[in-house]
Nanobody, 115 residues
Framework: QVQLVESGGGLVQAGGSLRLSCAAS????????MGWSRQAPGKQRELVAQ???????NYATSVKGRFTISRDNAKDTVYLQMNSLKPEDTALYYC?????????WGQGTQVTVSS
């Protein structure tokens, strides 16, 4: 069983920054991809950013140029650096990881951006 624990969420003013962390209970080298998704109240969950085991990344159009996903294999942790935050970035952010054919999810960390 894989456990993913997110941290780093909080309340920030528009234009500010936050860094989310996702710590895995096993080596992240084995994961094909890891990523972050978010869900705002009344909206569908959307993929924000993703990174492969080889280090390739992709981002939602809405966050390109503002968010950066990275991984530290030695710490079994994936990060999401979020800059120039906007009120529309307010959501519950989830970490997820794909291991072979199974996807695992964390419990989420709340990000609230005030205007």
């Amino acid at each position: 069983q894989v456990q993913l624990v997110e941290s780093g969420g909080g309340l920030v003013q528009a234009g500010g920054s936050l860094r989310l962390s996702c710590a895995a209970s096993r080596s992240i080298i084995s994961f094909r991809t890891m990523g972050w998704s978010r869900q705002a109240p009344g909206k569908q969950r959307e993929l924000v950013a993703q990174i492969t085991s080889g280090g390739s990344t992709n981002y939602a159009t809405s966050v390109k140029g503002r968010f950066t996903i990275s991984r530290d294999n030695a710490k079994d942790t994936v990060y999401l650096q979020m800059n120039s935050l906007k009120p529309e970035d307010t959501a519950l952010y989830y970490c997820h990881a794909l291991l072979i054919t199974s996807t695992y999810w964390g419990q989420g960390t709340q990000v609230t951006v005030s205007s």
